[in-house]
């Protein structure tokens, strides 16, 4: 009886038919390789490679496969001074005879990648040297466009078995260790040379290598790395130009000739041709398939975000020292002098938050658009916690291109429910009526804010003709999940919660409202909001550098179980600085809390976006305008988002500490 092994559903046949005599099936995985998913938690920590429940399976029998075609899938371009994608067919690259695009999801539309077949086929465990991709000629136009992404830094990203190209570098602080750049660039520039402008010279020769790990239980070859040696050589050949069957001087496989340096590297000019050329080399490596993306996601820097755990975790115990002292010992003095007294006399002749009970729970100006913004903030509050709870369990690891974007999206719209469920609890207890209005006002004035931001933006990235821009189809279908799904969820929640009892106050409140006492410099609502903001924002900062460089400097985020524990450092420090300033506030006989308590914790995204200001200066080397505007407007997104969630939580916070301590004491 021969012996089984379960596969995954997606892994084909071993010997499959060519589609154009060039390329294998596009989407065909290499060598049977078994699905990929670790828990992302603490990275200190490798945990295997753990299937998703609910997969389907095929059982094949095992056996080593050799000469597996492997297909390399190209990527866009990118560059951390521009920040503007672009398919990787918009250089004259050599192409395959026909260009198959590789079903993206909509995360990976969102990040402007564009996955398609490439010529670089060759097989398993077969090595392979000097193979002629192309010959090209460019023209003064193909010379400039190459010139321009050289000179932009731009590098090119390709996919083998889902593992993303990089270039091993050497660390220059350290005696050892290698770090791993995502993708080769097009090419480098000589500013020694060439007169005032420099000469600039191609990669054209790739030298792959591929990391394979053998099963010796299953006798299966699984890749568990893809690296390459980009070099520039000015290739030479003898005799008339016969495709990929001529042989060149520069580098010979007959004559076991490789390139090893870029010595003579090749210029990028008009009408000089350029031939690229490619090797293949397989090593076998002890790194198992389940842990292959290790390598990948080295962090040398866990003692940093350790840092900023203990960091944030003292200003916590400092803020709940604060709390404790003023919920045990004054409140519980205060509430308990206040319960002895028999006349409302005697009660009048005290000063502090008992004599506001009156008018505490009096409802705000524009109260309609805090029930807005309050059940907003809920909405991200529910997609962030369920997000980064699916990240800690390894639902959204790095492997999975676009699946945490996507995974976002989807979540925002199916919390629509609870927005409106939120908005509308909050609006019956202002005593409100239009209950669809409110509704509409809450399916409709964060995600057109935003989305006018968002089409202005892309707008400019089309104009710059970069895979960046949003399709037609793909804004078709973010509309769907807005009008179609997000919104009549809104309008579920807002009718069930509407339905439902209003929220009784602990005290009744007063026709005529109390004069407010003038208030001590330090009340100020412009200064306290101010302080408020100060420590939810020290909190999570370090956490944000990291967040920023992952984004703008194309870098992989992958250590959930830190931001994890930060989001829950953001969420107490939030409740608890607007606590202590509430119960400031109050005790100065100031009632009007309802909106300082939610713009106290919201004044953080000030903060963050003056620190996205600095990074932007100090860390990342845009020159050109409209990259500038698309960093500073995709911040100013983020930062309106993180303002609504922080308030949120701040309103929420004050909203029941206020509820508790007027159901304390006996009001007449």
């Known amino acids: 009886m021969r012996k089984m092994v379960l596969f995954r559903l997606s892994c084909f046949s071993a010997n499959p038919t060519r589609n154009d005599g060039v390329d294998p099936p596009v989407d065909r995985p290499c060598a049977c390789s078994l699905p990929h998913r670790r828990a992302w938690f603490l990275p200190s920590r490798s945990r295997p490679g753990r299937l998703p429940p609910g997969s389907k399976f095929l059982a094949f029998p095992t056996r080593a496969i050799t000469k597996d075609p492997l297909a390399v899938k190209v990527n866009k371009l990118t560059s951390i001074k521009t920040q503007l994608p672009y398919s990787y067919y918009s250089l004259p690259y050599c192409?395959?005879?026909?260009?198959?695009?590789?079903?993206?999801?909509?995360?990976?539309?969102?990040?402007?990648?564009?996955?398609?077949?490439?010529?670089?086929?060759?097989?398993?465990?077969?090595?392979?040297?000097?193979?002629?991709?192309?010959?090209?000629?460019?023209?003064?136009?193909?010379?400039?466009?190459?010139?321009?992404?050289?000179e932009d830094e731009y590098r090119v990203n390709m996919i083998l078995d889902n593992l993303p190209l990089v270039v091993p570098m050497k660390r220059l602080d350290q005696n050892s260790g290698t770090v791993y750049q995502l993708g080769y660039h097009v090419g480098v520039k000589d500013h020694l040379s060439g007169g005032k402008n420099g000469t600039y010279y191609i990669y054209n020769h790739l030298s792959f290598i591929v990391k394979y790990h053998k099963d010796v239980e299953l006798d299966v070859f699984r890749i568990v790395g893809f690296e390459v040696k980009p070099f520039s050589v000015n290739h030479a050949y003898e005799g008339q130009w016969n495709d990929v069957k001529t042989r060149l001087s520069t580098c010979d496989p007959h004559a076991k000739r490789s390139v090893v340096n870029s010595d003579s590297p090749q210029v990028v000019a008009a009408n000089e041709d350029i031939i690229f050329t490619y090797d293949v080399e397989f090593q076998e490596s002890d790194v198992k398939w389940a842990s292959r993306w290790d390598t990948y996601l080295l962090m040398n820097d866990d003692q940093i975000h350790w840092f900023s755990i203990i960091n944030s975790l003292l200003i916590v115990l400092f803020l709940s020292v604060m709390v404790a002292m003023i919920m045990l010992r004054t409140l519980y003095r205060d509430?308990?002098?206040?319960?002895?007294?028999?006349?409302?006399?005697?009660?009048?002749?005290?000063?502090?938050?008992?004599?506001?009970?009156?008018?505490?729970?009096?409802?705000?100006?524009?109260?309609?658009?805090?029930?807005?913004?309050?059940?907003?903030?809920?909405?991200?509050?529910?997609?962030?916690?369920?997000?980064?709870?699916?990240?800690?369990?390894?639902?959204?690891?790095?492997?999975?291109?676009?699946?945490?974007?996507?995974?976002?999206?989807?979540?925002?719209?199916?919390?629509?429910?609870?927005?409106?469920?939120?908005?509308?609890?909050?609006?019956?207890?202002?005593?409100?009526?239009?209950?669809?209005?409110?509704?509409?006002?809450?399916?409709?004035?964060?995600?057109?804010?935003?989305?006018?931001?968002?089409?202005?933006?892309?707008?400019?990235?089309?104009?710059?003709?970069?895979?960046?821009?949003?399709?037609?189809?793909?804004?078709f279908a973010l509309a769907f999940l807005w009008f179609g799904i997000s919104a009549p969820l809104v309008f579920?929640?807002?009718?069930?919660?509407?339905?439902?009892?209003?929220?009784?106050?602990?005290?009744?409140?007063?026709?005529?409202?109390?004069?407010?006492?003038?208030?001590?410099?330090?009340?100020?609502?412009?200064?306290?909001?101010?302080?408020?903001?100060?420590?939810?924002?020290?909190?999570?900062?370090?956490?944000?550098?990291?967040?920023?460089?992952?984004?703008?400097?194309?870098?992989?985020?992958?250590?959930?179980?830190?931001?994890?524990?930060?989001?829950?450092?953001?969420?107490?420090?939030?409740?608890?600085?607007?606590?202590?300033?509430?119960?400031?506030?109050?005790?100065?006989?100031?009632?009007?809390?309802?909106?300082?308590?939610?713009?106290?914790?919201?004044?953080?995204?000030?903060?963050?976006?003056?620190?996205?200001?600095?990074?932007?200066?100090?860390?990342?080397?845009?020159?050109?305008?409209?990259?500038?505007?698309?960093?500073?407007?995709?911040?100013?997104?983020?930062?309106?988002?993180?303002?609504?969630?922080?308030?949120?939580?701040?309103?929420?916070?004050?909203?029941?500490?206020?509820?508790?301590?007027?159901?304390?004491?006996?009001?007449?």
């Open 95 to 150: 192409r395959p005879i026909n260009i198959v695009d590789s079903a993206e999801n909509l995360g990976e539309v969102l990040r402007g990648d564009r996955i398609e077949n490439s010529v670089y086929v060759f097989e398993m465990r077969e090595p392979e040297m000097c193979k002629i991709a192309c010959k090209f000629t460019p023209t003064d136009k193909d010379a400039k466009e190459f010139k321009e992404k050289i």
């Open 335 to 475: 509430i308990s002098k206040y319960n002895q007294f028999e006349t409302q006399e005697e009660a009048q002749e005290e000063t502090g938050w008992k004599l506001v009970h009156g008018d505490v729970f009096r409802p705000p100006n524009n109260s309609d658009l805090l029930c807005v913004y309050v059940g907003t903030g809920v909405q991200f509050f529910g997609m962030l916690l369920v997000t980064m709870i699916f990240a800690v369990l390894g639902f959204l690891s790095p492997s999975n291109r676009g699946g945490l974007m996507t995974a976002m999206l989807l979540l925002w719209v199916f919390m629509g429910l609870f927005a409106g469920y939120s908005s509308a609890r909050l609006y019956k207890m202002f005593k409100g009526t239009e209950w669809k209005k409110i509704t509409l006002q809450t399916a409709f004035t964060f995600p057109g804010i935003v989305s006018i931001i968002f089409f202005i933006l892309n707008a400019l990235i089309w104009g710059e003709k970069s895979s960046g821009a949003v399709p037609f189809t793909t804004m």
């Open 492 to 668: 579920v929640g807002s009718y069930v919660g509407f339905r439902k009892p209003a929220i009784e106050d602990p005290v009744k409140t007063n026709k005529i409202p109390r004069q407010i006492p003038e208030q001590a410099w330090y009340m100020n609502p412009v200064f306290s909001i101010l302080i408020g903001g100060i420590l939810p924002f020290g909190a999570v900062f370090i956490e944000l550098f990291f967040i920023l460089t992952s984004i703008w400097l194309n870098q992989f985020y992958y250590i959930f179980g830190f931001l994890f524990l930060v989001f829950i450092i953001l969420i107490v420090t939030c409740a608890e600085i607007t606590i202590v300033l509430c119960y400031f506030q109050l005790c100065s006989e100031d009632y009007l809390w309802w909106w300082r308590s939610y713009l106290t914790s919201g004044s953080s995204a000030l903060y963050l976006f003056l620190y996205a200001t600095f990074y932007f200066f100090t860390k990342l080397e845009i020159t050109k305008l409209i990259s500038g505007i698309l960093y500073f407007g995709y911040m100013l997104i983020a930062s309106y988002a993180f303002f609504v969630l922080t308030g949120t939580i701040g309103f929420y916070a004050c909203f029941w500490f206020t509820r508790l301590i007027y159901s304390s004491v006996k009001i007449d």
